[in-house]
T-cell receptor, first 117, second 116 residues
Framework: GAVVSQHPSWVICKSGTSVKIECRSL??????MFWYRQFPKQSLMLMAT?????????EQGVEKDKFLINHASLTLSTLTVTSAHPEDSSFYIC?????????????FGPGTRLTVL | GESVGLHLPTLSVQEGDNSIINCAYS??????FIWYKQESGKGPQFIID?????DKRQGQRVTVLLNKTVKHLSLQIAATQPGDSAVYFC???????????????FGQGTILTVHP
């Protein structure tokens, strides 16, 4: 089956530092990937749509200069949380949409737990 | 409705019981829904989907019911097992008429706890 990985699975950083999270589709190509954020005991909220070869599309209220997205290839998207602060602590989840051209589910990564001290 | 930012409701059941998890939606034009299961510390996993031209769809131990009149769908899990303990979300894609899901809007979610 289709597998999406994320790295790292968890990270602890100091306030003011930047953290990069990788999302990879392991056995399929994905022009489009999505980044979600989930706070404890809450639902997933879409942050942005990552498009290979073009700029990401951010949801309303999400700062594009703070959450930098780079979709470098058809199997890799990265999310960089710049100048992280404690309020950025959250569970970040990516999903990838196969380029099959057929109606197909998105596949989710296992998530990355970010804790900012 | 598809509220976000609220804490999730909970459902506790005994092993072997049937579980019913509910989801309401607000857009009467919505025509495709998905149920996801999210285990603790993991990403969501697809369970089952349903199109609006159906009012019921069955999978292995799961059934989704769609009531378009009251804009409500439910996920029924038969003979619930401890391994079913997770958070369950309904979701709606933006590109229901296209060839890909597009953005997903997740419902509030329900925490299901199954006691042995």
């Amino acid at each position: 089956g289709a597998v999406v990985s994320q790295h790292p699975s968890w990270v602890i950083c100091k306030s003011g530092t930047s953290v990069k999270i990788e999302c990879r589709s392991l056995d399929f190509q994905a022009t489009t990937m999505f980044w979600y954020r989930q706070f404890p005991k809450q639902s997933l909220m879409l942050m942005a749509t990552s498009n290979e070869g073009s700029k990401a599309t951010y949801e309303q209220g999400v700062e594009k200069d703070k959450f930098l997205i780079n979709h470098a290839s058809l199997t890799l998207s990265t999310l960089t949380v710049t100048s992280a602060h404690p309020e950025d602590s959250s569970f970040y989840i990516c999903s990838a949409e196969p380029d099959s051209g057929n109606w197909d589910t998105q596949y989710f990564g296992p998530g990355t737990r970010l804790t900012v001290l | 409705g598809e509220s976000v930012g609220l804490h999730l409701p909970t459902l506790s059941v005994q092993e072997g019981d049937n579980s019913i998890i509910n989801c309401a939606y607000s857009n009467s034009a919505s025509d495709y829904f998905i149920w996801y299961k999210q285990e603790s510390g993991k990403g969501p996993q697809f369970i089952i989907d349903i199109r609006s031209n159906m009012d019921k769809r069955q999978g292995q131990r799961v059934t989704v019911l769609l009531n378009k009149t009251v804009k409500h769908l439910s996920l029924q899990i038969a003979a619930t097992q401890p391994g079913d303990s997770a958070v369950y979300f309904c979701a709606e894609p933006t590109n229901a008429g296209g060839t890909s899901y597009g953005k997903l809007t997740f419902g509030q979610g329900t925490i299901l706890t199954v006691h042995p």
